[in-house]
């Protein structure tokens, strides 16, 4: 497998299905660790850096479930690529910003992914369709424990896993889900509902990571805290809290279709038209369009048309993904005329 | 034929044909006359009113062109009627208002209609498809003639036809044209061009009338002027100065689709795709998107759809029609609904 390979695979996490697939897009699991005797990625030099690569690719050749997993040095890509990257989330702006020494680990499907020298030694990610941080859990920690038995973790009985961050300390472990919530959004429920999951030390935000808004009703939610509790603690706090929003998420969509059926109606069909019929739409636009006709799949509205292709669509109006299926690049106009192009191809439209 | 025949016959100036037709919705002729000794109609009395609908209706009767013409006495109409037929521009909005003594005569396809006891004695109208004034006032003088034959006019040699209002005397004569502008105001030379129309005593209105705006980019442009110059003169003076628009339009046209033709294709597309598939909509936004559509239409992007069609639904998507499409009082909110279906049924959306 070659990173180009990866735009036209099915990643897991796209591919709509799993339980509570019509509120949950996916969920994620991430863990952090550090390995003992070396300094943490932005205290240590560049040859213990090197080193910890070395050691890094020997663990991840010889465990099962990385075998064979893309092993990209980040000093080899091109800023596109690195974007590109980013956009599928797997690897951090942070990551990309100072390539030196950086690694990303892709396994296949993209279930997994490992960045490498980022602020800690390991950041190790597991993505899973819908809502499935058991399973996720389960992988993540299978992985964890054989790089346990290769890499000497830094570890304390007293505070856990060691991280360069203290934020991310004992268990090192964040979970996290994204949400579709427009029923939420369009009853102004949402915010009651985030000042709520911020009173319960979990936090919220958008489809595109940290530092961005929640833009078309998409909501990514994790825990804030992971010291002091265990692994499964955390994970149950935050499925108990995920399964009352799905609820209060589903109750709105029957309510609002029940007394606005008409505008709900009309939203949806009016958000397909204009996907399938744009010449010229920016990734803004598109996230909005593309919520009300999730929506729209989700309330058997549109038929014949299924959640995969919507999430494929997601993931390829970004900036970079779309440089690369032009295999060229463009500029913020020409990506508005592609973006649409793409959309109409995707969407069968004219 | 009944009143409400009219909904489903095909009217004249909603053909879409005749010359120019891609921006000339139509041409309108319109002559005041009154009789002699009958006080003008805000003078006379109910008496004197009665007689003149008498008189003017034997002349109907009599008369080859209006031979079989619909007529109507207004008091025998509801507010539903004579909305509908301010809409459909067969008589004014002042008509309608107190109906004692009125009526409208409508001839076949609606080219011609006559109101009685408006603001004059009769008020003549002539309607043609495209751009045709001279057919419209072919039409008129011949009927004009004819009646003047038969019912004695107030005229004078010295000030021409006689008129209850001064601005009307003379020839009697109101030419006007209902043209689609699209470009001219996309490329915001429209100010321009009304700005030098007032200037050459031309004035311009909405497409719904007197004291509308101008919207959805349709201007009604006629001559201010009714006295001291000739039928032909007034006739030359307007038609040559439409041709002028036409050609700045056309221009327009041309150059903005060279320079940003994927913003129009843009805009069209998505004008088309909303029409066929909104479940609300206002009328505003209605005739917005129309005029989207009828461009798209001209330019040759939207093939399989005619001309005539967007007329029928311009005419459709007004709260009379609407009603009396459905049989029935529609709220606001329900004109809304039923608008957008009507949209959807005669454009073969979903």
Redesign the interface.
Known sequence: MKLNDLINQNCEWLKGTGPNSNIVISSRVRLARNLRYIPFAHRANKKQKEDLLKKIKEAVDTTNYTKGALFLSLADLSNLDKQFLIERHLISKEHALHSDSKAVIISDQEILSIMVNEEDHLRIQIMQSGFNLDEAWRIGSQIDEEFGKKLEYAFSQEWGYLTACPTNAGTGLRASVMLHLPALVVTKQINKVLQAITKLSLTARGFYGEGTEASGNFFQISNQVTLGHSEEDILDNIERIIKQILGHEQNARQALFEQEG??I??RI??A???L??????SSRESVDLLSSVRLGIDIGLLKGLDIKTINRIFILIQPAHLQKLEGKALSAQERD?KR?EMIRRELGG?
């Open positions: 008409a505008i109606k009309d069909w009016r397909y038209a204009t399938q019929n744009a010449h010229i739409i005329v649409a004219k």
